[in-house]
């Protein structure tokens, strides 16, 4: 049970904070003016590409990935690369090629993908030569439950023909967003977990139509790709782009999830660092009632709760992070679900005062709060809202 | 005591009701496609006036204001209607010609202004004609300390020069808002609290400039004017535009509170009352492992709670209104400070429960809930933060 | 809706409030001595015989009691009366003997009982010569479901035998308790809530056995004659002991209730006004770092916080009162589970607060504080505990 | 950073465990028993000297203390042994001689007594002989802010007279407590942290009085010789007597405070442990509204909410324990702080929610959780409030 960074990890994380430093923070405002030149527009930014090119030279690249394609990282290692990434949720994780949902979707294709997959769509993606899409959650079932997806897989000869409805399709407003994953129902009646397989869907398939983008507390996350609704109207592919198997999907989609949330808190911490160090600089420098802010109690027990907060969580992800380097996923299932339900709720927290004492500023767009508070708002709905997670925690407490 | 309402504010609030159910709400989805059809532009757009033009009809106008000019409604008449209001924050104010900021600006000119000032500008505002902006809230400085001000009004002859720089001004970003009230220092050395005066600045004077909008969260609140950043560069006006007279500012800000912030609570119980509607539909409706959501504990505890928050704090708001009808608003400062605290509060907890309730649906633009909770949430900012307020009620009950 | 104090109202509540303080506040130090000299015992201590003399020869006798027998005050008009009480509930509620459990059950053999069974039991109650206890809860079930009643009541030729285990029954460790009343099944085959009756069982009938006394948190509430655990052996009482009839059982204990949860709750808003006078007390004299706690922020806030709930709590159970006196108890029971839940929860806070704030003294018998805690903690879990209660309020509102 | 316990640590702690499931659990009611049939005195029972012997014959021993007179157990090392005497914290700790505040004056004396010091208290204190009792609050400041100590340390000739009163003594009730380590100002001239002094008084000293003594939420904590009052009147003792030296007593403070406090934050965590336990127990038992309460969703987020809670705050103790052992006390101040903050709150909450759980069992000495909860309440008090450390931490977070 030793969390400490080890020298890999020391050293990586000292790299992405430089680059945080130098060249992400400054590059904020440069893509805001971007955004504003072309308001339209879906695709990646101009600044992101640059980005992109200096974090590659510098190795910062596919750091998320386990294994040969990616740097070699275990979670524990990773997780304080991930954790810098999060001061800076719009620009540092694609900077390092390190962004949702393409993370997930590359591990997807690197541990069950065949050859050929891999070469027409883990290839480019590792190269962030295209994006990709998960889509997964329906609009019209509580997605929680995953006997309730309502899309279907058909076999059809050679083909699959997909048909059914579905939305938070993360990136998938981005044209360059090029290949969809997509969860849907092969066998509805086969044993409540074996209904459910995934497929590779191109984006330019006929019959697959982006219904409109979605907006998070008035945000498109247009950086990002936004939020797409995409219909699934008798969409046909070669049988080829199942992934695994028939029957394979919520396997896949479980292997995914324990990876996927504890990037999600890692960046979280650092979303919750960065909220806190504005907190403290706010404090220090402005002026009420004839004193700092620094000196009133209240502004005080603010900071000193994040900072508790932080520490022990940070020890909650690491824990967890270890215990899938040396267990498996599997074996740090209650772990995942606590850091899962805990942190983002402590960041919300964390952001939601650093807010209040920014006054206007805050819920503005004069400091990265407001958007830093709908992105840790969503994470306690996306995947799972907290209510469901507790339950489960709480059931595996009342078993053991 | 008697807090029930009278026949007049029963038969008010029924027609209001009514009219919220028959045109308003139906509305709400006509203001979004007539917002996406002219996505740039800030002024008032014609579904709200066909709904001003309904609601005149109806004897539902200007029913906020006291005395003549108004519908002779007492704060604790007004209160149910304003609660039926909130409902639709984007629409039903703006439709009975009660919406902040021109309620508090015509309240001042009713109340302060001289004849010709209201001639000139009270009598377009209480014919929806013109909408107006309030100048208060600077960005260098703690606006909930009014000894901060920065901006400087001048004598020079016959004019007053005005200096400053002012946000947060909200409904300024519409062409239509002809009238500015800018809050300003005319006598920087005078007592504590009679530096401040108040002046009209059309807004078509030269030297006002509208630096940008501001966004609360993701949302540009276009429907209302937006909020905007405004800049006075030697902005000269007639020195009949001062309002009451010199070193009144503060006083007349006051007055200008109290009706105020009880207009905010009032609406804001009624988009409480809105989002624990959403919830328990949503609750009945929606199904998840097997069941509905209204069968789970939680559910039922955070639907018990919203009823009970909402039923105590009405109370308060409703003792407040009588207090300020009966023995007046100074004598109702510390009600008054309490709602402002408990209200938005307690609200903006019940969104943001709706919220989790309704998934991915309640925090895009599919349910009305995460833009309500952008209003609310920034309510606890707006007009002084929480805490200054507590450490206000806090310091008064140490003194009784 | 008028919740103002009435005349009679003003007029009690102002006398109780000057009993309160030149009598009831000076006696608890007297308690406490003639407490410890008199250690094993749990009869009324002498002190409360004087109180309750004064009291009864200023009127300020059975107050709680609707209709002749009492002093004829409806709900609202106690309401100011209880709170006083609640500020020395130690003492208060004794002296004008106004105290649970006898006001339950003087109400229920007021409404329920035979002239016969009035004249031998509420007579002296009424007087004060007598206590009683309500056997109503039990040790292995969950007692907040009524179906789950373990003790039987059998019929045998003219007499009733009652067998089953009681606990929490107040009260009677005091061996002026000289009347039981017993809840029990009479027929567990009758429809849910038609097997319950109530029967009057003497103290020293055979077979009734004070098991042991218990204690809430460290106290036994040896002046309130304790809690104690009581078994029924084969106890053997006339027929006509039995109240109102057989299967009555539930109809009374609800009939109870309503009174019984609202007297409860009054008294809660004086504990909790104590609470806060002794915050503020302990605010303004006590220092700690160079300045008074008075001028530190979060003191103001929980000074602040709590005036705004016992402001909106009292206005809450006036309410429920006025319903109560206008509608019925039974058309004010969502209004009654409101307070049930609200009051205590926001009351045992302001208490935990002024502990906190008075440190080792309020932890100690120095203060009131860490024993009005104790009782407000378990008037949480009393007659159903919160959760229940949430449960049942969520779910009529879903039903709504 | 790595926590894992060790070969060493994990031994004792197993054994430790062994030795409180076979002796220690199923002598509570032993105690029990032994308290009621002496209930006036306030010595060690004969169950804890059964105990000692039994521990102290497998080695169970002193293992708080580091060092040659300890089992040389470093604090990474101590942490879990010591969580598990929480399970049982009025027999446990006393038990393995680990018992506060024999635990900091054995440190004091170990670390900065002289040898005839260690002679004559410490080798008695390290055999269980006998007790002793730490005399530093005071009743009339706020003892948090070591410079409002009043107690004065006067030198006279080859002797120190010692004046003043001291409450919160604990242990010192036991007459078995004969050795009291006082702390009091020598010099109120010097600067604000070389004013104070520690000294030994031995209890039977002419001028010390036990004043009396003070209860905990109505409970004495007999069984672990209760917390007193005591007057030092004029008394008068060798100069050799003094520890450290004059000026010594605020740096002997903080050195005693960094063990104690994570001692205690270890041991919370055992009783939160325990109280989990309980929980998770009863919620499996008990039925009612026809279903174990295990299936409720309200119960199951409480379970899950207290081992989330649990895990993170041992991992943040752990790493206090690490930093303590690895980098010293004083480079561990804020950690320390934190958990002091953190772990008492957390176990708070989660001993509540278990007494609620368990309705009239959780408040009555049916259960150990209200006499725990009693317990861990006044630890959010002792050694300086939250509120203290809160501010303190926050300032930190300022400046650094």
């Known amino acids: 049970m030793d969390f400490a960074p080890d020298a890999t990890a020391h050293e990586y994380s000292e790299r992405a904070r430089a680059f945080l430093d130098e060249f992400v923070l400054p590059a904020e405002p440069v893509l805001d003016a971007q955004l504003a030149a072309t308001p339209d527009e879906w695709g990646v930014r101009p600044i992101v590409r640059d980005l992109q090119r200096e974090a590659r030279a510098r190795g910062l690249w596919n750091l998320f990935l386990p294994g040969e394609r990616g740097a070699g990282l275990n979670n524990l290692q990773y997780a304080p690369v991930a954790e810098v990434t999060g001061w800076s949720p719009r620009l540092a994780p694609a900077a390092f090629n390190c962004a949702a949902p393409d993370t997930g979707n590359m591990e997807v294709l690197n541990e069950f993908g065949t050859p050929a997959q891999q070469e027409q769509w883990l290839e480019p993606l590792l190269e962030a030569r295209i994006?990709?899409?998960?889509?997964?959650?329906?609009?019209?079932?509580?997605?929680?439950?995953?006997?309730?997806?309502?899309?279907?897989?058909?076999?059809?000869?050679?083909?699959?023909?997909?048909?059914?409805?579905?939305?938070?399709?993360?990136?998938?407003?981005?044209?360059?967003?090029?290949?969809?994953?997509?969860?849907?129902?092969?066998?509805?009646?086969?044993?409540?977990?074996?209904?459910?397989?995934?497929?590779?869907?191109?984006?330019?398939?006929?019959?697959?139509?982006?219904?409109?983008?979605?907006?998070?507390?008035?945000?498109?996350?247009?950086?990002?790709?936004?939020?797409?609704?995409?219909?699934?109207?008798?969409?046909?592919?070669?049988?080829?782009?199942?992934?695994?198997?028939?029957?394979?999907?919520?396997?896949?989609?479980?292997?995914?999830?324990?990876?996927?949330?504890?990037?999600h808190c890692m960046r979280a911490?650092?979303?919750?660092?960065?909220?806190?160090?504005?907190?403290?600089?706010?404090?220090?420098?402005?002026?009420?009632?004839?004193?700092?802010?620094?000196?009133?109690?209240?502004?005080?027990?603010?900071?000193?709760?994040?900072?508790?907060?932080?520490?022990?969580?940070?020890?909650?992800?690491?824990?967890?992070?270890?215990?899938?380097?040396?267990?498996?996923?599997?074996?740090?299932?209650?772990?995942?679900?606590?850091?899962?339900?805990?942190?983002?709720?402590?960041?919300?927290?964390?952001?939601?005062?650093?807010?209040?004492?920014?006054?206007?500023?805050?819920?503005?767009?004069?400091?990265?709060?407001?958007?830093?508070?709908a992105g840790i708002r969503s994470l306690r709905i996306a995947d799972g809202p907290d209510e469901v997670h507790l339950a489960s925690l709480g059931r595996a407490q009342l078993r053991s």
Request: proline share 4%.
């Open 131 to 263: 994006r990709s899409a998960f889509c997964m959650t329906e609009p019209d079932v509580a997605s929680s439950d995953a006997t309730n997806i309502g899309t279907r897989i058909r076999r059809d000869g050679d083909h699959y023909v997909i048909t059914g409805r579905k939305w938070w399709s993360t990136g998938a407003m981005n044209p360059d967003a090029a290949i969809f994953i997509v969860m849907g129902k092969t066998d509805p009646d086969a044993a409540r977990h074996r209904q459910q397989s995934m497929i590779l869907v191109p984006r330019d398939t006929p019959g697959v139509r982006i219904v409109r983008p979605l907006t998070v507390f008035g945000y498109d996350d247009r950086d990002h790709g936004g939020h797409a609704e995409v219909a699934f109207d008798d969409v046909r592919v070669p049988a080829a782009n199942l992934i695994a198997g028939e029957g394979e999907g919520f396997a896949i989609a479980q292997a995914r999830l324990g990876p996927g949330r504890i990037h």
């Open 269 to 373: 911490l650092g979303m919750g660092e960065r909220a806190l160090a504005l907190m403290i600089a706010r404090a220090a420098e402005r002026h009420a009632f004839g004193g700092a802010l620094a000196e009133q109690g209240v502004v005080r027990e603010w900071i000193a709760e994040a900072r508790i907060q932080l520490e022990s969580l940070r020890l909650l992800v690491l824990k967890t992070a270890w215990l899938m380097d040396t267990v498996g996923n599997r074996h740090a299932m209650t772990e995942i679900q606590a850091i899962k339900i805990a942190v983002p709720r402590a960041v919300q927290q964390i952001i939601d005062r650093a807010i209040q004492l920014h006054g206007g500023a805050g819920v503005s767009s004069d400091t990265p709060l407001a958007e830093l508070y």
